[in-house]
């Protein structure tokens, strides 16, 4: 059921030490540890050690060229070191558009100032979990810290479930099982490295940002946005609203990812899904309701309560958003898939709403690593009259 | 370039979602942007697209009128009367109806059919076009 690996198995990190590349070389980073000074960021040097490259280290933010980061480089993980000695608004002015409006939930700062990293943190919308604290001590020792972390992540049991596939138990003794370890390894696929879901989360980041604008529509400053996230696992969506505007509520079956969700965003609320899936909200609460790689994990039957309870809690007016699976086939017993096309999701989709909705997006999504179109988006309006004014 | 570079489905399967997927996207899109009526959600579009190719064609009709009409030569001194002319009766842009270009056809269509109604319609000439019934109808239909 779970299974352990060595940090080389998901590639190799590396380090970035700049400036300081005469102190962290003498650090006591294991073999198999790329060390670069700021000679090595030549655009061919670096396309070679980015290759393969598991997580990129910045120790010197000083002297990387972020802007060097091409294609499919940028999926790799980044970790920021923050230098010492420098207030946010220092921090802000020279490496705001160039590093930290670009950092994503697979992305993580180093700090050991927990100040400055709240207040970056708010800036940004960052989640708690992106945060490594660090000592107070030198590049060498940062360097040092980081290695031991990613050792560490790297030899957490991950969790592929005991045989045959039982939606809520898995997803709930999954999520328990990741939590308090390897969090981000709940999200997306357990199987594959953080650059393979850096990389996911980037295309469905893109498509899925501009749906969320238009569901928030012009409103006035003082409307909340109140938005319900369905598997809301780690809370990892949660980062792409203003949480000062919008009341974000997650539920999931897994106490373990609520509690990771909390901790991530504790501007958010986030509740336990209860086995029979009915949400803890009441009718018509919500602009926006919307779940990701959510349905395709679910038998038909758990499909349409959720659909049902979606749609009863959405306004009239508001939306339902799905970004799912639509092209995927069930090869065995421990498949933690059910196949669904888009037509028969469609079809239960309509069948849960009466057909009180209007067909508002439809986008199909195709990952970097995969050779078929496999993902999909559809928004719909609620239609009807709010049953309160 | 080896035989596995390229694409090369073999789960016939997924070959047939992953169409289903892309044939209902490219719905959405063709009714969102009007060239079809077919598809869900497409009610409004389907009421415009045929609109404008109902103008189009009065267009088409009224400006082939006025060219075989005597005084069709009158109407050629100008210029503008002869890009009309060529652009919708001697080489009309009789297109696929999905084609791309399609819906900016018909809304140039429709706007050249206003902008001639207006011009036919002022000056002591429009009370001469306003005997005729036809042109009456069409000066309440458009304007």
């Known amino acids: 059921m779970g299974s352990t690996s060595t940090i080389t198995d998901a590639g190799r990190p590396v380090f970035y030490a700049g400036r300081f590349a005469d102190r962290v070389s003498d650090a006591s980073l294991p073999e198999g540890c790329v060390v670069l000074d700021d000679w090595d960021v030549l655009p061919a040097r670096l396309a070679d050690v980015m290759e393969g490259a598991s997580t990129l280290v910045v120790l010197d933010l000083f002297s990387f060229p972020f802007e060097a980061l091409s294609g499919v480089q940028r999926d790799v993980p980044l970790i920021v070191a923050l230098p010492a000695g420098f207030d946010t608004d220092f921090l802000t002015t020279v490496f705001g558009k160039a590093v930290f409006e670009r950092l994503d939930f697979f992305d993580r700062v180093a700090t050991a100032d927990s100040g400055a990293w709240m207040s970056l943190r708010r800036r940004y919308g960052w989640a708690e979990g992106q945060s490594i604290r660090l000592g107070n001590g030198g590049p060498d020792e940062a360097a040092g810290e980081i290695w031991a972390l990613l050792e560490a992540e790297s030899a957490a049991p991950t969790f592929f479930g005991d045989g045959s596939y039982e939606a809520a138990r898995y997803w709930s003794e999954r999520g328990d099982a990741l939590a308090e370890s390897v969090p981000h390894r709940a999200i997306c696929s357990v199987r594959h490295g953080p650059d393979f879901n850096k990389a996911m989360h980037r295309v469905q980041k893109a498509a899925l940002e501009p749906q969320f604008a238009a569901a928030g529509g012009a409103r006035a400053e003082d409307v909340p946005f109140d938005v319900l996230e369905v598997g809301v696992g780690i809370g990892r969506w949660a980062a792409s609203f203003d949480l000062a505007k919008t009341r974000f509520f997650g539920v999931d079956i897994s106490e373990g990812m609520v509690a990771a969700a909390r901790a991530n965003f504790p501007e958010g609320r986030f509740d336990r899904l209860e086995p029979d899936l009915r949400f803890p909200c009441d009718d018509e609460s919500f602009d926006l309701v919307f779940s990701v790689t959510v349905m395709h994990h679910n038998p038909t039957p758990a499909k349409r309560t959720l659909l049902s309870e979606m749609w009863r809690v959405a306004r009239p007016g508001g939306r339902l958003l799905f970004l799912e699976d639509f092209v995927v086939g069930r090869w065995s017993e421990k498949s933690t898939v059910y196949p669904m096309s888009v037509l028969e999701f469609v079809g239960l989709l309509l069948e849960a709403t009466n057909w009180q909705v209007t067909l508002e997006h439809v986008e199909s999504l195709r990952y970097p690593h995969d050779d078929m179109t496999r993902g999909g988006i559809i928004a719909v309006s609620k239609l009807g009259v709010p049953k309160r004014w | ?143």
């Open chain 2, 1 to 143: 370039m080896s035989e596995n570079d390229f694409y090369t489905p073999t789960d016939l399967e997924r070959l047939r979602m992953e169409n289903e997927l892309l044939s209902f996207e490219v719905r959405f899109l063709r009714s969102r942007l009007g060239w079809s009526g077919r598809g869900p959600g497409s009610s409004v579009s389907l009421n415009r697209l045929a609109h404008l190719e109902e103008a189009e064609q009065d267009l088409v009709l009224l400006v082939r009128r006025m060219a075989s009409s005597p005084l069709g030569p009158f109407f050629r001194i100008k210029g503008e009367f002869r890009t009309l002319e060529e652009r919708y009766v001697l080489s009309p842009e009789t297109q696929d109806p999905y084609s791309p270009n399609r819906l900016a056809y018909l809304e140039e269509a429709e706007k050249d059919l206003l902008l001639l109604l207006r011009r036919m319609g002022t000056g002591p000439i429009g009370r001469l076009f306003r005997l005729k019934r036809e042109f009456r109808t069409l000066e309440q239909r458009y304007l």
